[in-house]
């Protein structure tokens, strides 16, 4: 099992920053890919972005160039750094870690609040 917690949601203005924290525990020898999903109100969840145990990366369309994805595999932990933040980046932000392990489900935090004011 691998426990996820979510920090550093919060309010901002439009074009403010935030800086998202996310630690795993449990079995982190386990994890491979970790990352940061969203779900805005009577929205799907989608994703945000993505990093490998490697550092491989990978972002949605809307959030590129303005947000960076980091791992910190010392400290089991995945950050995602916004800038440039837009009223529709409001959203609830669920940090995820996916097991190498064959067969495995994806793991979730509770997710943390963000929104953008305008």
């Known amino acids: 099992q691998v426990h996820l917690v979510e920090s550093g949601g919060g309010l901002v203005q439009a074009g403010g920053s935030l800086r998202l924290s996310c630690a795993a525990s449990?079995?982190?020898?386990?994890?491979?890919?970790m990352g940061w999903y969203r779900q805005a109100p009577g929205k799907q969840r989608v994703l945000v972005a993505t990093?490998?145990?490697?550092?491989?990366?990978n972002y949605a369309d809307s959030v590129k160039g303005r947000s960076t994805i980091s791992r910190d595999n010392v400290k089991n932990t995945v950050y995602l750094q916004m800038n440039s933040l837009k009223p529709e980046d409001t959203a609830v932000y669920y940090c995820?870690?996916?097991?190498?392990?064959?067969?495995?489900?994806?793991?979730w935090g509770q997710g943390t609040q963000v929104t953008v004011s305008s």
């Open positions: 449990g079995s982190i020898f386990t994890i491979d890919a």
């Open positions: 995820t870690a996916v097991s190498e392990l064959p067969g495995s489900n994806p793991y």
């Open positions: 990093i490998t145990r490697g550092g491989d990366t």
